[in-house]
C-alpha cells in the first residue's frame, strides 16, 4: 500500500525525465543490446537507473536489498566501537589476544550496492528493545554472533556493571544456555546451544547397530519452551546439517519414534525447519515476536577440511577474485523458502541473508589464532569469526532490517 502511494507522489520533473530521457535511451539501449534478456522488457535497465539516481530516496531505501554490495575500506575510522576487552568475549574470537598481528581485517565496511546501511546506533536499539528479550538459539556461529550484538550494544551503556550474565556464568562455548541482562534497560539477550535446532537423543531401543544416536526431526529441543514471547529471535542453523557431523558419525534421523537409516540430510533439514515452523505458528504471538532466520556462514578452509589440515591463516585480505566464491548453499534455499512460507502465514519473519558478503570474508576467521591452550597442532578454525569482526555486519544488517520494519517505532 505505502509503495503505491510513493509511485503516485513521483514529483513531475521525474516523470518529465522519464518521457523525455528514459524512454528514448531504453529503446537506444535494447537496439544496442538486443540479446540482453532484462534489457528486452526494459526492466533491468530502467530499475537501475532509477535506483542508482535516487538512491538517497528513503521510501527506495526501505526497498534496498542489503544483501548484496561489496566491501569498503575504510581507514579513517574504526568501524568497530568496541574492543577485544568487552567482557563477553569468548576467548576463541579473541584473535589478537590469541597472536594475530594484523589488524585490517577490522577495517572494512560493508557496502549494499544501491543505498547506504544505517549507522548501527545502539542508544537507539536499547531504547526500541527496552523492556524486552533477543533470543539467538542455534549452532556456535549463533553464539559468535550474539557475542557481537551484546558488545555492540554495551558501547552505550554507561555503568558496565549494570550487564551481567544472569547466574554469574563466564562466556564459554561449553554452556547451553547464557542470558546477559541489561538492568538499566531490562533487557536480556539469551543464547540457546542447539545445533539441530531440533532433539539430540541416545539410541532408541530396536535401533539398526550401526546407530550410536539419532536426531529427532519431528520434536523441536525442550529448549524451545523458554523462547515463547522473545521480542526478537534469531535462528542458526546449517553448519550441522552435512553428513560428517551426522550419519558418518552414527547419528541417524528419527522420526515418528522409528529410526530412519535412509533419510536424506537435507530431507531431515527440511522436516526439521518444519517442526520449528509449527512450533512458532502454535507457540509465538504474531504481533510480538520478530523472527530472523540467518542464511548459512561460509567456512574457508583450503588445501583441505577442517579436520585435514585445512588452512586460512594467510588471508589478511577478503576474496577479490569473484571465481573464487562459492555457489548459493542448499541450506538458504530451503531455509529462505521456509520463511517465505511463514511470512505468508502472516508472521513477522525475515530471512537474514548474510551468505555473499560473508562468503568474501576469508581473512575474518582465527584460523590458528585460537583460545589460549589450543595445541599447537589443532586444526585451524576457519568457520568462527574474530572478533569484532564480521558478525558486527550480520547485526548492522539485523538492526537495519528491524528498522526497516518499523521495530517499536514511536508513532509521532
Ligand atoms: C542471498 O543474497 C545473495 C546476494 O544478494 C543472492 O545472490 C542470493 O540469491 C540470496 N539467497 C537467497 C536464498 O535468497
Ligand atoms: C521488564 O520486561 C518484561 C518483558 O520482557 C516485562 O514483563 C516487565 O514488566 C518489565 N519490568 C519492568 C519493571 O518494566
Ligand atoms: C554501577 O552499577 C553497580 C551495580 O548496579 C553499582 O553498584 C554502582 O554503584 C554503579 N556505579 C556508578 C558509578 O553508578
Ligand atoms: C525414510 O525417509 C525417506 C525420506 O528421506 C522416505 O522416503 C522413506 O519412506 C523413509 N523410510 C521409512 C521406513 O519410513
Known sequence: MQQKLQLFCIPFKILLFLSLILIPSIVCYNILNPLNQSSVIGIGFLSQLILHKSASNSALESHCDYSYGNWASDETQPIQKYTENCPFLDPGFRCQQSGREDMDYQKWRWQPQRCNLPTFDAADFLRR??????????????????????????????????????????????K???????????????????????????????????????????????????WVGADVLIFSAGHWWNKDKTVKMGYYFQEGGSVNVTMDVMEAFRRSLNTLKSWVMNNLEPGKSHIFFRSY???HYRDGEWNEGGNCDMNTRPETDYTKLEPEPLHNILISEFAKQMEIAN??????????????????????????????????????????????TWNELLYANLLKIGFRTKMT
Open 129 to 174: 528493545i527496552q523492556n524486552g528479550r533477543i533470543v539467538f538459539a542455534g549452532d556456535s556461529i549463533g553464539r559468535n554472533q550474539w557475542e557481537s550484538l551484546i558488545c555492540m550494544l554495551m558501547q552505550r551503556v554507561s555503568n558496565q556493571s549494570t550487564v551481567y550474565e544472569q547466574y554469574g556464568n563466564p562466556i564459554t562455548k561449553h
Open 176 to 226: 547451553g544456555y547464557l542470558s546477559i541482562q541489561f538492568h538499566e534497560y531490562n533487557l536480556s539477550v539469551e543464547y540457546y546451544r542447539v545445533p539441530f535446532l531440533v532433539m539430540t537423543d541416545r539410541l532408541p531401543p530396536r535401533a539398526p547397530p550401526e546407530v550410536r544416536g539419532v536426531v529427532r526431526v519431528d520434536t523441536l529441543h525442550w529448549y524451545s519452551a523458554k
Open 297 to 299: 556462514s561460509p567456512v
Open 347 to 392: 508472521r513477522n519473519v525475515q530471512f537474514l541473508n548474510i551468505t555473499y558478503l560473508t562468503e568474501f570474508r576469508k581473512d575474518g576467521h582465527p584460523s590458528s589464532h585460537r583460545e589460549p591452550g589450543t595445541p599447537a597442532n589443532a586444526p585451524q578454525d576457519c568457520s568462527h569469526w574474530c572478533l569484532p569482526g564480521v558478525p558486527d
